[in-house]
């Protein structure tokens, strides 16, 4: 990837002020550590009679446990333990992922290791304890453990009655039903002249992270203090968790995240591994430590998408949409994952599928069934690139259908800024969109107009191009009104505490944790901004949960949105006891003084009168000459939760893609790619830029590359990265990223978030433009099962046989 061009456009006239590094490209301050290989990741800490755990995972996909035998691995060299389901299920208490929105939703009960019976290939079953990871692993394989295999349910065809059922109180493994809209599914939509449907496919993926799971879990039995040294987003999350379900006092918990090699929300929810790492070293009083290997990752990390869909778009012949509907049936997995549940990434399809456009016919059903696969749970930008393909999948459908160009179908048809307020179909709160904005800056960045052109002059030399454009409504900063009355304990407020230490610097404890995207960066520049210091005097510290303000952490784009809040009322909040001491100090009225560059000013003149460390040297060390009465706070914190009623912050964006297809090969070369987004007041552009070329990056995997593939037996096929291809460097197009400033935000930074934009829409514009290489030339069928392999391109040319 090159730097590629970026510009920042004005939607509306914006009512946020800012000043300072707020809009400056500052580097991440993590980074220069990082890169000189000198962050600080779990596997990087060794502690005092540190243990290690192997843990043997199930083989079968389905299967009753008739016996385990562990008296040979007992007594292997450096076996400290070894702990079966059944050992571990009396240390804890059960989970189970529900969430009382949904309270259709059927949750069964889970244990860190199985119990009885196994339910996915790779699930824990046997934990080993020894010295070494080395000598775990071979003690583990000393193990035997007597299967009865059983059937695996692998499909989630709806209508087709269970030949196995894999939960007690579950007959016909349906986890959820859900269903929203102004008619049933399937009914006929008025006034359309013409309706067209499509079905949809979306393989399993899941988010590689460079940094595998891991996890040290520290008991000292004489303090009955657990302290967690965790790969992890969201440590007041797991603190709560750890200490509930272990039965230790919380404040007994600590959960350290620091340095986090990628996260991707895979790395938000509790695993069984982990959690039985926490109970093994109370079990032992010692630290134990698991790291994840990338086997191991590949068959236990939380996986994405999955779904099977049909919809339809109904349309007039003028190309204006009248409907459309979705009957979505998503796998995930044999349980609901905890503490979210699965539910999230379906019921994202179910509400922003069709929102960017002006429906009010629309019907859309949900299916959740349970599978003998790994888990689903959350993943970068969960549920969007399903609901935007499905979405721009039928816009292009339609299009070709009333032989209109993509372009206008989509420019007559988008939800305008002049139709906010508004509530989409799906039950999406729109204060404003700006997607009109996105798509002329799209439009014109890449030129389209010279691109058709150009296409038109490489089919006649057999060389097949193909541009799609996606429109996406993206759902960022979660609210209170989601987890909060759902039943789960995640906090939505994000916390910062700030401190003027005597020499002028101030540290900087900020709830919301940094995986890489730069957030501590993104909050030392609010801070600074907003109390008038430059970037190099604040301290940024996160990932701590004993010592940072209680918050969510990383999670729904919302660490600049929500965390930046509170940033700001912190930084204003210090401000102005700041200035109340300088004011007595100076017997000056506070109201006239400012903070400019670390020191205290006239606000009137910018006149100097004395720098922040004489003020923070009085307040501190000279208390004797203040006037009686007179008590200097040069520590706050300030806590921030987005208003009531709002689950989420609803922004927008647009992608086109432009790619070439080999149709010999059926490769696919993707030639350049445009996003142009809205992400309110844009604290950092580099940051955010490369938020979204990162995100795109793993929806060009998703969209040509990625897929974890199973046999009929649930045995996974592509376990490995030699199987699992992700997208390199050289598979990389130019990407360019246009910022749009739109309003619709009531907080007073004006920050929406950006985390999950690149993604969202960039699976369905490189679909849209694989369809428009070769059906748009009248080559083949067109193709709505993603990844787009080479096999299913081939397949659609009519090159080769197979299902599409």
């Not at 006239?13 to 300072?20: M, R």
């Not at 299916?367 to 609901?387: C, D, E, L």
């Not at 799209?442 to 038109?456: F, H, K």
Request: proline fraction near 6%; include cysteine.
């Amino acid at each position: 990837m090159t730097d590629a061009a970026s510009d920042h456009l004005p939607h509306t006239d914006s009512p946020h002020t800012v000043s300072g590094p707020i809009g400056h490209n500052e580097p991440r301050a993590r980074a220069r550590r990082t890169v000189a290989g000198k962050g600080r990741y779990v596997d990087d800490i060794v502690l005092p009679r540190m243990l290690h755990v192997a843990f043997l995972r199930s083989p079968h996909a389905h299967a009753a446990i008739l016996s385990i035998d562990a008296a040979e691995a007992r007594e292997a060299p450096g076996i400290v333990a070894v702990v079966t389901g059944k050992d571990m299920a009396t240390q804890c208490t059960p989970y189970a992922g529900s969430h009382q929105l949904f309270k259709r939703l059927k949750a069964p009960d889970q244990y860190p290791l199985a119990v009885d019976r196994v339910l996915w290939q790779g699930e824990p079953v046997v934990a080993v304890v020894a010295t070494s990871r080395a000598l775990a692993e071979d003690a583990a394989e000393l193990v035997d453990v007597d299967y009865d295999i059983l059937p695996a349910v692998t499909s989630f065809e709806r209508g087709t009655p269970p030949a196995v059922q894999l939960h007690d109180d579950i007959p016909d493994n349906i986890a959820l039903v859900e269903q929203l809209g102004t008619a049933t599914v399937g009914e006929d939509f008025p006034g359309a002249d013409q309706v067209f449907e499509a079905q949809f496919r979306f393989g399993r993926i899941t988010g590689t992270t460079l940094e595998p799971r891991g996890i040290i879990a520290d008991y000292e039995p004489r303090e009955g203090a657990l302290t967690v040294h965790c790969s992890h987003q969201c440590p007041h999350q797991q603190q709560d968790i750890f200490a509930r379900h272990l039965g230790l006092p919380e404040h007994k918990v600590r959960v350290l995240c620091p340095d986090v090699g990628g996260a991707f929300g895979l790395k938000q929810q509790l695993y069984g591994d982990e959690f039985a790492v926490c109970a093994l070293s109370i079990m032992l009083g010692r630290p134990v430590k698991f790291i994840a290997d990338r086997l191991e990752s590949m068959v236990s990390d939380n996986h994405a998408r999955d779904h099977a869909a049909t919809a339809r778009i109904a349309v007039k012949s003028d190309g204006t949409i009248v409907g459309m509907e979705v009957d979505d049936i998503f796998g995930i997995g044999p349980y609901s994952q905890y503490p979210r549940s699965s539910v999230g990434e379906g019921n994202h399809v179910l509400r922003i599928t069709g929102a960017p456009y002006r429906l009010d016919d629309y019907r859309a059903r949900l299916t959740m069934v349970y599978q003998n696969k790994s888990m689903i749970g959350h993943y970068r930008s969960v549920g969007h690139p399903v609901a935007c393909a499905i979405t721009e999948g039928l816009v292009d459908l339609a299009a070709d259908g009333l032989g209109l160009d993509p372009a206008d179908i989509r420019r007559r048809n988008f939800v305008r800024s002049s139709d906010c307020p508004r509530v989409s179909p799906g039950g999406i709160d729109m204060p404003d969109m700006s997607l009109e904005t996105c798509f002329d800056a799209v439009v014109a960045a890449m030129d389209l107009p010279a691109l058709r052109a150009e296409q038109a002059e490489m089919r006649k030399k057999g060389v097949y191009r193909g541009i799609g454009i996606a429109a996406f409504v993206e759902l960022t900063a979660s609210g209170p009104e989601y987890y909060g009355p759902g039943g789960n304990r995640i906090t939505s407020q994000e916390g910062c505490h700030l401190k003027l230490e005597p020499s002028g610097v101030v540290r900087c404890w900020i709830s919301v944790t940094d995986q890489g995207q730069g957030t501590d960066t993104g909050i030392g520049q609010v801070v600074a901004s907003h109390l008038g210091v430059a970037m190099a005097d604040v301290r940024v510290f996160s990932g701590d949960s004993e010592t940072t303000p209680y918050g969510g952490g990383a999670w729904a784009s919302r660490g600049i949105a929500i965390g930046g809040e509170a940033a700001l009322r912190a930084a204003t909040a210090l401000k102005a006891n700041i200035l109340e001491l300088a004011a007595v100090v100076l017997q000056a009225d506070a109201g006239t003084l400012d903070i400019v560059g670390g020191r205290v000013v006239d606000r009137d003149t910018g006149t100097e009168r004395m720098p922040l460390s004489d003020v923070a040297r009085i307040g501190y060390f000279r208390q004797d000459t203040l006037p009686p009465g007179v008590q200097p706070e040069l520590s706050v914190v300030r806590h921030y939760v987005t208003p009531r009623g709002r689950k989420f912050m609803a922004t927008n964006g647009v992608h086109a893609a432009h790619v070439e297809v080999d149709t010999q090969t059926g490769i696919v070369r993707c030639l350049g790619h445009w996003v142009a987004h809205d992400a309110g007041v844009v604290v950092n552009p580099s940051l955010v830029e490369e938020q979204i070329r990162g995100g795109v990056v793993q929806g060009i995997g998703s969209a040509l590359f990625e897929e974890l593939r199973y046999d009929d037996d649930g045995q996974m096929l592509s376990g490995s990265l030699a199987d699992y291809l992700v997208p390199m460097a050289s598979e990389m197009p130019e990407i360019t990223v246009l910022h749009v400033e739109g309003t619709g935000v009531e907080e007073e930074l004006g920050a929406k978030g950006v985390g999950e934009a690149g993604v969202a829409g960039s699976p369905a514009a490189i679909m849209n433009a694989v369809n428009d290489a070769i059906a748009g030339a009248g080559l083949g069928q067109r193709i709505h099962t993603l990844p787009l392999s080479p096999e299913r391109i081939l397949g659609a040319l009519g090159k080769v046989p197979g299902e599409l």
